[in-house]
Structure formats: structure tokens, C-alpha cells
């Protein structure tokens, strides 16, 4: 079965720093996410991403985030200067259309800690 | 109100019970619904869409109250395996971003 494949698993950084974090959505999928889980909290959405351009964002995601697709299989979120509270689990999902028909495919997540 | 609450529980319950979880949603203009289950540092998996008419899958049942604006699941017969955290999921009125409750805690004891 097709997936969604992230990577690092887990990223250290120190405050300040800039981290990318990449996925591989599947690759018949048109849309696709990033979400955040902090440790013990609820899945919260970031952004999607649909053709080439985000279609939704959230308030989390603020002027240090941004996402890009730089080719046709690569799917990334940078966050230009970490903080500490951008420690959490990072996940990116996909999906081949929206609504109840399509529902999200998630990758494992990257564990992003900031120090 | 929450976009999404969900009881976190835990459910604590023995092999073979029936548990069932309810899940509230603020939105009437939700249109799309889902039960993910996450394993702990996990990602969530999707374990069903749940459909107006209600729909099983083997030992799970979900059902949608669109005037009471709540779906809830129903597992059978609960194996030590089902324990998990099981999410709901709401997409967005008038948006198809899918947005998730807390989840509820359930655990399987012999």
C-alpha cells in the first residue's frame, strides 16, 4: 500500500535555528498538510497545500513558517527561528480529493525538538 | 464550545466489552466525518468515515446525529488491541480542512 514517507523521524535544533522538515506524499494525491501534535495535546492543523499554492492556513502558522513543494514528489515545511514551543510532533498527510471520500493519509511524523 | 470535543476518558474496560464514545462538533455546517485511532507516538490512521445512514465495519459502528450535531463510535466485542486514543474528526464548515478532537483514551484490560 502506497504511504506517505517523512523524514528526519527526529530533528534536534537550538532556538533559532532553521529546520526543514520533508515529506514524500503518495503520488497519485492532489492535496496535501501539515500538522502539529505537542506532546499530550490535540492534532492541530497548520496548512494545506493545493496546487501548487496554500489553500488554508492557519493562526498557527505564522511569517516563520512556510511550506514549499520544490519538485514534483517533495513536499517541505521550514520554520526560519525555532522556538521552544515549536517542539512537537510534526506530521504531513495527503489525500487524493477532499471531503468524506478522500481521507487523509499520515505520514510516521518527525519529532522535532528544539533545545 | 470546542470545534471538536471528544470525553478524553481513558475508558478503561475488559476484553469483550461494548464501549462506545461520542464526540460533539460546533459547526452545522460540517459536512464530513471521520474516527481516526492513534497509537501512542504514533500517526493517526483513519479507522472510518462515518456516513448520515450510519456504518459498521466488523466490530465498529459509527453513527452521525446531524441535529444534535455529535457522531459517536461503538466498538464490540473490545480486543486488547483496540487500545488506543480514537480521534474525531470534523472537516471545517464551509472548509474541507479536517479538524481534530483530543480523543479519548481506551484501554483493554485480560
Known amino acids: 500500500e502506497p504511504e506517505v514517507t517523512q523524514t528526519p523521524s527526529h530533528q534536534v535544533t537550538q532556538m533559532g535555528q532553521e529546520v526543514i522538515l520533508r515529506c514524500v506524499p503518495i503520488s497519485n494525491h492532489l492535496y496535501f498538510y501539515w500538522y502539529r501534535q505537542i506532546l499530550g495535546q490535540k492534532v492541530e492543523f497548520l496548512v494545506s497545500?493545493?496546487?501548487?499554492?496554500?489553500?488554508?492556513k492557519s493562526e498557527i502558522f505564522d511569517d516563520q513558517f512556510s511550506v514549499e513543494r520544490p519538485d514534483g514528489s517533495n513536499f517541505t515545511l521550514k520554520i526560519r527561528s525555532t522556538k521552544l514551543e515549536d517542539s512537537a510532533m510534526y506530521f504531513c498527510a495527503s489525500s487524493i480529493q477532499t471531503g468524506n471520500n478522500s481521507p487523509l493519509h499520515f505520514g510516521n511524523g518527525t519529532r522535532l525538538t528544539v533545545t | 464550545r470546542k470545534e471538536v470535543e471528544q470525553d478524553p476518558g481513558p475508558f478503561n474496560v475488559p476484553e469483550g466489552a461494548t464501549v462506545a464514545f461520542n464526540c460533539t462538533y460546533s459547526?452545522?455546517?460540517?459536512?464530513?466525518f471521520f474516527w481516526y485511532r492513534q497509537d501512542c507516538r504514533k500517526e493517526p490512521k483513519l479507522l472510518m468515515s462515518v456516513y448520515s445512514s450510519g456504518n459498521e465495519d466488523g466490530r465498529f459502528t459509527a453513527q452521525l446525529n446531524r441535529a444534535s450535531q455529535y457522531i459517536s463510535l461503538l466498538i464490540r466485542d473490545s480486543k486488547l488491541s483496540d487500545s488506543a486514543t480514537y480521534l474525531c474528526v470534523v472537516n471545517k464548515g464551509g472548509s474541507y480542512i479536517p479538524t481534530f478532537g483530543r480523543g479519548t483514551s481506551l484501554i483493554v484490560h485480560p
Open positions: 459547526n452545522s455546517a460540517s459536512q464530513s
Open positions: 497545500f493545493y496546487n501548487n499554492e496554500i489553500s488554508e
